[in-house]
């Protein structure tokens, strides 16, 4: 069974907060990009133009990702960051960021983006695995600096002019 994907709704922030310091804790240390992140998420990513979506099952928060817009210029056109994918440690391996990242990939596009962006960290092998499926390439170097754990970038490119 999919679980539900919805948008960003207050009644989920904590839930966002909570399995997103959930697994950073788990492998890594929060950071200050974290805490920033993850304490505000409305000026994080809706704010700017971005959403967060969850996947529910009944009520139950089982995962979440946001999608925050980064505005390039023209030639390069608009590009999302995927960030603070979470998913329930008790759902992982049922499909639940394979169907988060598709509405992830799907709000992108029908906003005209032209690349979703991602930086992570190579032991994350499940996540790697979800990302390579849909058709994420790792970049030569992550010229993200923000996360100290960010050793890998990844994009996956929508469309061209």
């Not at 959930?22 to 809706?46: C, G, K, N, S, T």
């Not at 598709?102 to 190579?122: G, H, P, S, W």
Request: charged share 20%; net charge negative.
């Amino acid at each position: 069974m999919s679980p539900e994907i919805v948008g960003f709704n207050t009644l989920y922030a904590e839930a966002f907060a909570r399995l997103n310091y959930q697994w950073i804790e788990h492998y890594f240390a929060v950071e200050a990009e974290d805490r920033r992140a993850l304490d505000h998420p409305f000026d994080y990513a809706i704010a700017p133009g971005g959403e967060i979506f969850f996947a529910l099952y009944g009520s139950q928060v089982v995962g979440c990702v946001a999608m925050v817009p980064k505005f390039a210029d023209r030639t390069t056109g608009i590009e999302f960051e995927l960030a603070k994918m979470a998913v329930d440690p008790e759902q992982q391996g049922q499909g639940i960021g394979r169907v988060l990242l598709e509405r992830c990939v799907q709000y992108a596009r029908e906003r005209c983006a032209k690349r979703i962006t991602l930086t992570t960290n190579d032991i994350l092998k499940p996540a790697l695995k979800v990302y390579h499926n849909a058709g994420f390439v790792d970049l030569p170097a992550n010229p993200d600096t923000r996360y100290a754990r960010g050793n890998l970038a990844m994009q996956l490119i929508l469309g061209t002019d």
